[in-house]
């Protein structure tokens, strides 16, 4: 299933990111999107977290790497609370912004989900694409009301709610989400997505996709899309059968992609290209921090 996701996050990614971009990896955890910006010759990246520990790994991961050339800033912060723009670079501005299993934390409340909108829109370029991965609120409401206690889920994963019906609110719903060997009853909070797609058409961020996992999977993954489909067999995300199991398949239908793109204002001027930037070796004093970052991982 982690494989799974995985290939989900790198055809996402190769479909928006292109050589010489700038990205900003909202919630960026520990850089485990690296090697596929890189593997699209990105020209600068921005991991912004929470957790000045995870932003410690994703510098120590980015220099153990060999082959990385493009250059890169790293940010310790609440990206719900604090505005990035004030401590970025000022002339940074970015063609493609990445926010991967991290947006639904930011609707625990209004605030919250507007401080990260305004994150992603703040230096994204006109044209440019805000791309992620979220849990389907949909899914989650059908399987709950279907459920025969508050919770639901298999072998692999559980999800908890507080209530079956009362899901009118589009911020503050919460649930606890369980995944084996790797997440216990973490509190999560459903997206509801016509709220999203409203507050960000307020920061200029119109929607240009959104796909269950499993209708995304099976279009991107036919035999006759020939480099996604071996990506699909190099990674192990199928067993002997080349298939998933069903509780790896209903586990997977938790999820769903997006993809925003900022507008473009009538007789706006074309953005330059992204001025090249050096790659260098970077060190934990490099890390912008800023106030109400955790510790935590």
Not at 1 to 28: A, P, R, T
Not at 225 to 237: G, S, V
Not at 243 to 271: C, D, H, M
Request: charged share 20%; proline share 5%.
């Amino acid at each position: 299933m982690k494989n799974f996701n995985n290939w989900v996050k790198s055809v996402l990614i190769k479909e928006h990111c292109k050589q010489g971009y700038n990205v900003l990896d909202l919630c960026s955890g520990k850089g485990g999107d690296l090697l596929k910006f890189n593997k699209a010759s990105i020209n600068h990246y921005v991991a912004a977290d929470l957790a000045h520990n995870s932003v410690m790994d994703v510098i120590n991961r980015y220099n153990s790497l060999q082959n990385i050339t493009f250059s890169a800033t790293f940010v310790s912060a609440n990206c719900c609370k604090v505005r990035l723009a004030d401590k970025l670079p000022p002339n940074l501005l970015f063609d493609l912004v990445n926010c991967q299993f991290a947006l639904h934390y930011s609707f625990e409340s209004e605030e919250y989900a507007r401080g990260l909108l305004r994150n992603v829109s703040d230096r994204l370029k006109p044209g440019g694409h805000f791309i992620g991965t979220i849990p389907n609120a949909n899914y989650l409401v059908k399987k709950i009301r279907s459920s025969n206690s508050l919770e639901f889920g298999n072998n692999l994963y559980k999800i908890q709610f507080f209530q079956k019906d009362n899901f009118t609110e589009p911020f503050g719903c919460r649930y606890l989400f369980s995944l084996k060997d790797a997440i216990d009853n973490c509190p999560e909070y459903l997206v509801h997505f016509p709220t999203l797609v409203k507050l960000a058409g307020e920061y200029d961020l119109e929607l240009v996709m959104k796909d269950p996992f499993h209708s995304y999977i099976y279009q991107k993954s036919k035999p006759d899309n020939q480099e996604n489909f071996r990506l699909l067999m190099k990674i192990n995300a199928l067993n002997e059968e080349g298939t998933i199991s069903e509780e790896e398949w209903e586990a997977l239908g938790i999820y769903l992609v997006f993809v925003f793109r900022k507008r473009l204002a009538p007789n706006q001027a074309t953005v330059p290209p992204n001025a090249p930037l050096k790659k260098t070796t970077y060190t934990h004093d490099d890390i912008i921090v800023f106030p109400e970052a955790s510790s935590q991982e």
